[in-house]
């Protein structure tokens, strides 16, 4: 079978590619530049626990050691007072520390590429090709034909191709996915720093600081690195107002005195139920500038997208290619790890086994959903945190200034809407495995990462194991007395290995001594990225497989809901900003015939869905299920090889060629998103449900 294509070799595209190749599965990295990374220190990642444990998978464990940092605490100031400190407790392998008392790990973005770079070189199934810069792109139904330009311009072929080239994504146009969304959501005036601050270890959100006048749209953060490094950022006023060296360096000078006027000791102290504490000694105007070493600057300015769709046919995006974020702490490089970690598993089954539609499209169900949360929950914030009015505030949340901080706080550390990890509630991975016992990980969240006991007695951590099958955990209380030479034949084990054993796929058995909320001998079984499918009350063999069949998306008349896991709200209301296609009603896949990617719907009375066959090389028809409300036909492929072709048609109301729908939908009207030649607009035939508040936030893309 031939290789996967992988375009773009940042740090999401080479993650996806290490992942790949440790299920066994070759790929071509097709590099634009040199893969000469340069040394940018003010351009930082921030890693949550999740992300980066998979990133240590991957062979750069040492790497977030020797370059990156853990902080000691969180501190949130506001003018001169403390509102909030969140002390992290250290990672320990026998798992002291809670999960979310774990600090993130910051680290320069060069360093991590170029570990990740290093770890792919000594990959033999894995090729980088450098100054390969596509020009064109082909599908049929066997695999991805892809054209470069440059010294090795020549066209390649591939099984499945990603695009994770970033922002401008030539992937992305290629495929003609539009990517709307909201431009200069905010800017940051940024430095790299090597100085002494008072809070040696500690990062820091100051709110409105006083040296900077107070008010309400001001704001810096320090975060520190390795080796006596500091990132600062300034919160930049509305517009498109040039930062000048002499602005950047009179801002350092001023943070730099003020907060040299703090010591731990006046703000260590408990703040009080106000949200407020102890005020800082002095003001600070008679205060010397500490020494600084200036190492690098720039302005970071952060949009907010999200691609209308993350897969066509053998195509698919990730990272910064499917959707940018980076407002009130959320981390964009975050999100594109979960990508290629959701992604690889599921081409690693496809490229070896084999792979159902409802399993490739879980990729879009679960990431763009999740994105697309994360980015609502940005946009409803930002009016009531960047607008001063604590009025307004206070009727979604009481008490303004810690709500305010806290929800700052929540997306700098990975917690709450802003930062947690996702949750694939209403997955199309759902197993039917319903009525299991109650631990405190919801179905589709992800795992604690508790202490486990492998199959060769060693003791590790349970992410350790994620990336190549389920995982079936045993919760057995006392396994720490076992005798290792012994363990595998006593209490329950033998039945679980039977069970594992004839499983349809790769499966680990692993034993722990306790999870949150788990009574004794519970199985947790665990998919590859770390999302609890289900706990289930003993060893269930039958019930077992069903959830493995669930997980590889060949579980029998599954249907899958055409509404996101995350209701309307991603589907209609959201759809306005960031182009989702909305859809009324809940639609079952039927497989189309011919081409690359052909798929009708059938839909419940009184709504309609729009049919869909997009072929390249050998057309055919797409077939529509007649559905209450009427038949929705798709339209046919087309005919030749070399071309891709689309012809869409629609259920109880047709949209011609060259038609193009209203940008909002209205009931009775053609659909949300504007038309193209050869499109169809979308016809409801009920209005759609929107949010009041959150509609006032948004402006169009073309705004």
Known sequence: MDPVIVVGAGPVGLSLSLALTRLGVPCIVLDESTGQEDTRPARTAVLRQDTAAFVGRLGCADTLESAGTRWTAWRTMRRRRLVERVAFAPQTTDGAAAPAAVSPVHLPQHALTRALRAALAHEKLAEVVTGSRLAALEQDE??????????????????????????????????????????????HAVAALRCELPWPGEALLHRSPPRHGGGPGNEVSARPLADGVWRLDWLLPPGRELVTPDALVARIRDSLAGWTTESPADT??????????????????????????????????????????????????AGDAAHLLGALGTQGLDEGLRDAENLAWKLGLAWHHGASEVLLDSYQAERRGAVAARLRAADQALPLLRDGRSARWRTVLPGAVRGRST??????????????????????????????????TLPGAAVTDVPVTASDGSVVRLHDRLGKGLLAVLVAPGTGVWDRRHWQSAGLMPRLSDAVEALPMAAEILVTEAYPGAAAHSVLLVRPDGHLVTALSGVRPAEMAACADAVRGRAHGQEYDSESEYGSGHGAEYGKEYGQEATAGRGRRAEGVGGSMGAGSTVEAGSTVRARDEGAGAGGAGAGGPGAGGPGTGGAGVDGAGAAGRSEGVGSGEGGPGEAGPREGRPGEAGPREGGSGEAGIKEDRPFAVDPVRTSMFHSEDD
């Open 142 to 187: 066997h695999g991805v034909s892809a054209q470069t330009r440059g010294p090795n311009a020549t066209w390649w072929r591939g099984s499945y191709l990603i695009g994770c080239d970033g922002p401008r994504s030539t992937v992305r146009k290629l495929l003609d996915i539009r990517f709307p969304g909201r431009t200069a959501v905010e800017r």
């Open 268 to 317: 260590a102290g408990e703040s009080g139920p106000d949200g407020g504490g102890a005020p800082a000694r002095g003001r600070g105007h008679a205060r010397l500038v500490p020494p600084y070493d200036l190492l690098d600057t720039g302005v970071h300015t952060v949009h907010h997208r999200l691609a209308r769709r993350w897969r066509q046919g053998r195509a698919f995006l």
């Open 407 to 440: 929800l700052l706080t929540d997306g700098h550390l990975g917690r709450g809407p802003l930062g947690a990890p996702p949750v694939y509630a209403r997955t199309p991975l759902a197993p039917p495995v319903t009525g299991g016992p109650a631990v405190e």
